[in-house]
């Protein structure tokens, strides 16, 4: 079993639909935890980034995440066709920068006008 | 605008020839990162070094690949013999361990490997 699931998708949505992504963990000793978003044939990029248990909006994006579940989520609102990226989960133990992080397998999200 | 740097971006080699990738992380990072990412495993961490010093690269194949920091600038992952299992994207990723929260990794654009 892996220590981080997320469903791979792939995802399709109209334009502005509220999407919901999540990944689930087997990890406790997971602290850190991000979202990445990856364009076609592009590295992937820092979208949130949350400690602990809790809540993270920035823009359109909220991060959760509930560590007594081991469940995170990012939620979109108002999608826009630019939103169309995979969306990877990742996590650490330590702290982010510098510390080996543990990625989800991403899950593939269309956002279509 | 820093950013991490990776050549090649694309390398179509012959099964059994020798592999070299290279990467220039963000100035003033301390940690470089490995990963090698495929449709089916995802994005997997080879290795990586904090100072230059390698702290983890139990997941790279240790007959055929070396990872080396031959100076604070440059990053190396080299695979040889390479294999047609070996096509994949490999991203390199630098970061600066401070002791506080709050930073993270940043990617480069990645080296697209095909072995045929």
């Known amino acids: 079993q892996k220590e981080v699931e997320q469903d791979p998708g792939p995802l399709s949505v109209p334009e502005g639909a509220i999407v919901s992504l999540n990944c689930t963990y087997s990890n406790s000793a997971f602290q850190y935890f991000m979202w990445y978003r990856q364009y076609s044939r592009k590295g992937p990029e820092l979208l949130m980034y949350?400690?602990?248990?809790g809540n993270k909006e920035d823009g359109r994006f909220t991060a959760q995440v509930d560590k007594s579940s081991k469940y995170i989520s990012l939620f979109i609102r108002d999608s826009q066709p630019s939103d169309s990226a995979t969306y990877l989960c990742a996590m650490s133990a330590g702290e982010t920068s510098g510390s080996r992080l543990t990625f989800g397998e991403g899950t593939q999200l269309t956002v279509n006008p | 605008d820093a950013r991490v740097t990776q050549t090649p971006r694309h390398k179509v080699t012959e099964m059994g020839q020798e592999v070299t990738m290279r990467c220039q992380p963000i100035?003033?990072?301390?940690?470089v990162f490995w990963y090698r990412q495929t449709m089916m495993q995802g994005l997997e961490l080879l290795a990586y070094?904090?100072?230059?010093?390698?702290?983890?690269d139990s997941g790279m194949p240790k007959d055929r690949f070396s990872a080396e920091m031959p100076d604070a600038t440059l990053a190396t992952l080299k695979i040889q013999p390479s294999e047609p299992r070996d096509s994949a994207v490999y991203f390199c990723a630098s970061g600066l361990r401070t002791g506080s929260a709050g930073n993270t990794i940043y990617f480069g654009e990645g080296s697209w490997l095909t072995v045929v």
């Open positions: 100035l003033g990072h301390n940690t």
């Open positions: 949350t400690y602990s248990s």
């Open positions: 070094f904090r100072n230059r010093a390698p702290l983890d």
